[in-house]
């Protein structure tokens, strides 16, 4: 037996997608509007991950360029036919509007990998898709959305049978179950005569849990389950909270797990909030004198150890990143020479700045997940700002509407006020090199703290993170040195301000140029450690 210790995945690894091939088990989780989209991580023994690959091209065209924050791909679900890996997935492109105006691909591929297939349009009724196989026929399911006033945008799973080449429906569209509280993400299984449609209930807030339907028949009808098979929304001290949005797998010897969302959060002056996101987790499952799955702990609040019945397989230390890759993560497209570049100065990262903070096309931000309540980020960076369109720095980041950034850039000389002379930090003008520590929220965002610092020097900057506190540094004289008080790092989580919200906190680099997208800074030293 093998101790599993929950989350399984760590900071911002929503909706998994649970399977098993062979002796590898393997979860795709949501992206959103983020690079690499899909990633996918595999493991022997269900307690130890890493990272092997994601679906490269799931964004048509490569581009997420104009998707809304949170917006993006959502729920992918991952499947194998005995030949190869399948996934299907929503890419969505309005948030909390009556239209979800979105599209659903299915790509497929032999290694999770390798090359993926051109994302192939299939009938979008909804988000969170999910295929299911069975004797060589293809099955879609999928929520439907009625948009129309009074109508429910959460209106029952639907079903279509896709021919399997042209992924065309075939027949019509059925109606498998409708119900009074909110159901989502349907993944079905078929165990004793038995097709099991295991659904997300109740929103992938506190609210979040599992409910199972059954019928004989794969197009129903489906009777409920009266108890859920995993929630906690009756419980605010649970552990592990949200949990929800899950998938059962059977092991090679016939055992059951479930693999679910969950988050943990930080209980503050300001409520339960969850700056890590949504995590991925694992249960053990039994089956019921009724043929109903059960949690094998007993009730429906998820466990944070496990017993799972694999040998233990622990993974060799994960190697360097090269380049830009895992667990590198880029804004709405991947990382480009063109404004992430490598290759010019060995060890370092330049980035050449674009947009401000607020676009959904063009930003120049790296970014890597904040995996525990406890962390630590840090890089040196180098560049000549000249003015205050021009800045680079070290960010804690969840969405341009919630961030924490510390920013190498240009301000007017001391006691001048601020006139919007673009022009005046050209050489010889005056002015200084500063370092500004920004907050922003929903509503404001203000300059926190300003600290002169020398033109032509390279500078190190950091950041503590302890619970729901950020403090901001820099090294001054191999000492470090406050910038600012304690930040509210709690702020960038899926609890906070009035806006549907789904990832969950990062911490990296970025640059912006807002005049002519030619500033460039150089970063190295680049380094995140967390701890529990």
């Not at 991580?41 to 998707?67: K, N, Q």
Request: net charge negative; hydrophobic share 35%.
């Amino acid at each position: 037996m093998t101790v599993l210790h929950n989350p399984v995945l760590r900071g911002f690894a929503p909706d998994p997608s649970l399977i098993r091939v062979g002796d590898w088990y393997y979860v795709a989780t949501s992206s959103f509007e983020w690079f690499p989209t899909i990633p996918v991580h595999r493991s022997r023994d269900l307690a130890h991950w890493e990272y092997a690959g994601h679906v490269r091209g799931a964004a048509p065209g490569g581009s997420l360029a104009g998707v809304p924050d949170s917006g993006g791909i959502w729920a992918p679900s991952l499947s194998w036919d005995g030949e190869r890996f399948w996934v299907t997935y929503t890419v969505v492109r309005s948030v909390g509007t009556p239209y979800f105006d979105l599209d659903t691909y299915v790509s497929t591929a032999t290694e999770v990998s390798g090359e993926w297939s051109a994302p192939r349009r299939v009938a979008s009724h909804g988000f969170d898709p999910a295929l299911f196989h069975e004797d060589g026929r293809l099955w879609l399911l999928n929520l439907q959305n009625d948009h129309r006033p009074g109508g429910r945008r959460f209106a029952g799973i639907v079903v279509t049978e896709l021919d399997r080449d042209t992924l065309a429906p075939v027949g019509p569209t059925r109606l498998l179950l409708q119900h009074d509280r909110l159901i989502e993400g349907p993944k079905l299984l078929r165990r004793a005569g038995w097709y099991y449609l295991m659904l997300a209930e109740g929103g992938t807030g506190w609210e979040h849990g599992v409910r199972v339907a059954r019928s004989r028949e794969l197009t129903g009808p489906y009777e409920l389950d009266e108890r859920p098979l995993l929630t906690t929304r009756d419980d605010p001290d649970v552990p592990l909270q949200k949990a929800g949005h899950g998938e059962l797998v059977e092991t090679p010897d016939g055992q059951w797990l479930l693999g679910h969302l969950t988050a943990r959060p930080l209980h503050t002056p300001r409520g339960r909030r969850c700056p890590l996101g949504r995590e991925t987790a694992i249960q053990a499952v039994t089956w019921d004198a009724e043929g109903w799955p059960r949690l094998r702990q007993g009730g429906w609040h998820p466990a944070v150890e496990v017993d799972v019945p694999t040998r233990p397989h622990p993974l060799p230390p994960a190697a360097p990143p090269g380049g830009l890759s895992w667990p590198w993560s880029s804004l709405r497209e991947p990382p480009d020479p063109s404004w992430a570049d490598t290759a010019s100065r060995p060890g370092w990262i330049r980035l050449r700045g674009r947009h401000g903070p607020e676009s959904r096309w063009a930003s120049s931000l790296l970014v890597q997940r904040v995996t525990e309540p406890h962390a630590e980020a840090e890089v040196t960076v180098e560049a000549r700002p000249v003015t205050f369109t021009q800045a680079a720095g070290l960010v804690l980041w969840y969405n341009p509407e919630a961030y924490l950034s510390l920013d190498l850039t240009w301000a007017e000389p001391e006691g001048e006020p601020q006139r919007g002379q673009q022009w005046r930090g050209t050489p010889g003008a005056g002015g200084r090199t500063v370092l500004s520590l920004v907050e922003r929220d929903e509503e404001t965002i203000r300059q926190v703290a300003v600290v002169e610092v020398p033109v032509a020097a390279a500078v190190t900057l950091g950041v503590t993170i302890e619970g729901a506190e950020a403090r901001f540094w820099h090294v001054r004289d191999g000492v470090r040195t406050a910038i600012g008080p304690a930040l509210d790092f709690s702020r960038l989580s899926d609890d906070h301000g009035s806006r549907l919200r789904f990832t969950g906190a990062m911490a990296g680099i970025h640059a912006r140029d807002l005049v002519d997208a030619a500033f460039t800074a150089d970063f190295t030293g680049f380094r995140l450690t967390c701890s529990g």
